[in-house]
Nanobody
Framework: VQLQASGGGSVQTGQSLTLSCVAS????????MGWYRQYPGKQRELVAA???????NYANSAKGRFTISRDNAKNAVHLQMTNLKPEDTAVYYC????????????WGQGTLVTVSS
């Protein structure tokens, strides 16, 4: 499985961006997809991820501003980000995880989001 993320870029405070990630290979609708971000020198952290079916978990900083969605027909996961803030500046990674055997855990290559004030 390979994940190809896109949609990052440079925006100003208050603007919006939508990140997209498409998985190649065999993805099931029960596989969990999500988005994480990483600040320089920090560990990767959750932004939003599906935890079961259409139930998603969001970081507190993302609640009310970001929306994760999934298109199972296209093996894609999207992250709509609104009201962006400078502290959202980070590299964003998509992720897919399968619990059932054989399990797997894959990361995309990362896409940079820069929010200027």
């Amino acid at each position: 499985v390979q994940l190809q993320a896109s949609g990052g870029g440079s925006v100003q405070t208050g603007q919006s961006l939508t990140l997209s990630c498409v998985a190649s290979g065999t993805i099931h609708s029960t596989d969990l997809m999500g988005w994480y971000r990483q600040y320089p020198g920090k560990q990767r952290e959750l932004v939003a991820a599906f935890i079961s079916g259409n139930i998603a978990n969001y970081a507190n900083s993302a609640k009310g501003r970001f929306t994760i969605s999934r298109d199972n027909a296209k093996n894609a996961v999207h992250l709509q980000m609104t009201n962006l803030k400078p502290e959202d500046t980070a590299v964003y990674y998509c992720h897919v995880f399968r619990r059932s055997t054989p399990s797997f855990d894959y990361w995309g290559q990362g896409t940079l989001v820069t929010v200027s004030s």
